[in-house]
């Protein structure tokens, strides 16, 4: 949930707070672009807000996905999944990419 953001209780479906939530969430989403090849392609814009500079990491999550920078990914939510940390690491180490030292083990 965005800092600042109003609770929602579980299952509500409607509502100021929800629809707050939603338009945060969801107000800048774009359809996605392919290249040629059929790589999916990021708007700048969105590359630069998240800190998506080079390396992406997809997640899948039943229905959809989410791209993430696999460093912020490490610093945000690794400790609380550590079967998927590990995978990035691996995935990182694999590519030759350097582990910071602030990430958490």
């Known amino acids: 949930m965005p800092a600042g953001a109003p609770a929602v209780r579980s299952g509500e479906r409607y509502g100021a707070a929800r629809e707050d939530i939603s338009r945060s969430l969801f107000g800048l989403a774009e359809p996605v672009n ?38 912020s ?21 694999q590519k030759g990419e350097p582990m910071p030292e602030d990430l958490p083990a």
């Open 34 to 71: 392919y290249d040629d090849t059929g790589r999916i392609v990021l708007d700048p814009d969105l590359k630069q807000a998240v800190g998506i500079n080079g390396l992406a990491f997809l997640i899948g999550i039943e229905d959809y996905f989410e791209i993430w920078n696999p460093y």
């Open 73 to 93: 990914f490490l610093r945000e939510k690794g400790a609380g999944d550590h079967r998927l940390a590990r995978k990035i690491r691996q995935k990182l180490a």
